[in-house]
Nanobody, 115 residues
Framework: QVQLVESGGGLVQAGGSLRLSCAAS??????MGWFRQAPGKEREFVAD??????RYVDSVQGRFTISRDNAKNTIYLQMNSLKAEDTAVYYC????????????WGQGTQVTVSS
Protein backbone atom coordinates (compact mmCIF):
# COMPACT_ATOMS: atom_id res chain seq x y z
CA GLN A 1 0.00 0.00 0.00
CA VAL A 2 1.18 3.50 -0.79
CA GLN A 3 2.08 5.54 2.24
CA LEU A 4 3.59 9.00 2.65
CA VAL A 5 4.85 9.95 6.10
CA GLU A 6 5.83 13.53 6.90
CA SER A 7 8.10 14.60 9.72
CA GLY A 8 10.08 17.62 10.85
CA GLY A 9 7.37 20.09 11.70
CA GLY A 10 7.44 22.14 14.85
CA LEU A 11 7.49 25.57 16.41
CA VAL A 12 10.06 28.10 15.26
CA GLN A 13 10.61 31.81 15.64
CA ALA A 14 10.20 34.08 12.63
CA GLY A 15 13.43 34.17 10.66
CA GLY A 16 14.33 30.64 11.67
CA SER A 17 14.49 27.40 9.70
CA LEU A 18 12.89 23.98 9.57
CA ARG A 19 13.48 20.95 7.39
CA LEU A 20 10.50 18.75 6.51
CA SER A 21 10.84 15.18 5.31
CA CYS A 22 8.43 12.92 3.47
CA ALA A 23 9.22 9.22 3.25
CA ALA A 24 7.33 7.32 0.56
CA SER A 25 6.70 3.60 0.42
CA UNK A 26 4.80 1.19 -1.80
CA UNK A 27 5.60 2.87 -5.14
CA UNK A 28 8.29 4.69 -7.03
CA UNK A 29 7.22 8.28 -7.63
CA UNK A 30 8.34 10.58 -10.41
CA UNK A 31 6.54 13.64 -9.02
CA MET A 32 6.46 14.61 -5.36
CA GLY A 33 5.62 17.86 -3.67
CA TRP A 34 4.40 19.87 -0.74
CA PHE A 35 1.11 21.63 -0.08
CA ARG A 36 -0.04 23.53 2.98
CA GLN A 37 -3.26 24.60 4.62
CA ALA A 38 -3.53 27.39 7.16
CA PRO A 39 -6.50 27.73 9.54
CA GLY A 40 -9.51 29.13 7.71
CA LYS A 41 -7.78 28.97 4.33
CA GLU A 42 -7.77 26.62 1.36
CA ARG A 43 -5.00 24.18 0.65
CA GLU A 44 -2.31 25.70 -1.52
CA PHE A 45 0.60 24.44 -3.55
CA VAL A 46 4.03 25.14 -2.06
CA ALA A 47 6.66 23.27 -4.08
CA ASP A 48 7.25 20.12 -6.07
CA UNK A 49 9.96 18.21 -7.86
CA UNK A 50 9.13 16.43 -11.09
CA UNK A 51 12.09 14.57 -12.47
CA UNK A 52 14.86 17.13 -12.13
CA UNK A 53 12.53 20.14 -12.34
CA UNK A 54 11.37 22.13 -9.34
CA ARG A 55 8.55 24.63 -8.88
CA TYR A 56 7.67 26.99 -6.05
CA VAL A 57 4.80 29.22 -5.19
CA ASP A 58 5.90 32.86 -5.44
CA SER A 59 5.56 33.47 -1.71
CA VAL A 60 8.28 30.94 -0.84
CA GLN A 61 10.58 31.39 -3.84
CA GLY A 62 14.11 32.06 -2.61
CA ARG A 63 13.34 30.90 0.93
CA PHE A 64 12.33 27.25 0.50
CA THR A 65 14.20 24.50 -1.30
CA ILE A 66 12.75 21.14 -2.29
CA SER A 67 15.08 18.21 -2.82
CA ARG A 68 14.98 14.44 -3.05
CA ASP A 69 16.97 11.40 -2.05
CA ASN A 70 16.07 8.72 -4.55
CA ALA A 71 17.82 5.96 -2.62
CA LYS A 72 15.59 6.66 0.38
CA ASN A 73 12.49 7.48 -1.70
CA THR A 74 12.26 10.66 0.33
CA ILE A 75 11.78 14.34 -0.39
CA TYR A 76 12.68 17.29 1.79
CA LEU A 77 11.58 20.86 2.14
CA GLN A 78 14.23 23.14 3.59
CA MET A 79 12.44 26.23 4.87
CA ASN A 80 14.56 29.26 5.69
CA SER A 81 13.67 32.80 6.72
CA LEU A 82 10.32 31.59 7.98
CA LYS A 83 7.48 34.05 8.39
CA ALA A 84 4.34 33.94 10.50
CA GLU A 85 2.30 33.51 7.33
CA ASP A 86 4.08 30.20 6.68
CA THR A 87 2.20 28.72 9.63
CA ALA A 88 0.13 25.81 8.33
CA VAL A 89 -0.21 22.07 8.18
CA TYR A 90 2.15 20.88 5.48
CA TYR A 91 1.16 17.87 3.39
CA CYS A 92 3.31 15.68 1.21
CA UNK A 93 1.90 14.59 -2.15
CA UNK A 94 3.07 12.15 -4.81
CA UNK A 95 2.33 10.88 -8.29
CA UNK A 96 3.86 8.16 -10.44
CA UNK A 97 4.38 10.57 -13.34
CA UNK A 98 4.66 14.28 -13.96
CA UNK A 99 1.19 14.77 -15.40
CA UNK A 100 -2.19 15.28 -13.85
CA UNK A 101 -3.25 15.90 -10.25
CA UNK A 102 -1.53 14.40 -7.24
CA UNK A 103 -3.04 11.08 -6.25
CA UNK A 104 -1.38 10.23 -2.93
CA TRP A 105 -1.22 12.29 0.24
CA GLY A 106 0.34 12.16 3.66
CA GLN A 107 -1.35 13.04 6.93
CA GLY A 108 0.44 16.34 7.39
CA THR A 109 2.86 17.93 9.81
CA GLN A 110 2.25 21.16 11.70
CA VAL A 111 4.56 24.12 11.17
CA THR A 112 4.06 27.07 13.49
CA VAL A 113 6.08 30.26 13.11
CA SER A 114 5.89 32.74 15.96
CA SER A 115 6.45 36.44 15.42
Amino acid sequence: QVQLVESGGGLVQAGGSLRLSCAASGRTFYAMGWFRQAPGKEREFVADIVGDNTRYVDSVQGRFTISRDNAKNTIYLQMNSLKAEDTAVYYCAANENGRGPYAYWGQGTQVTVSS
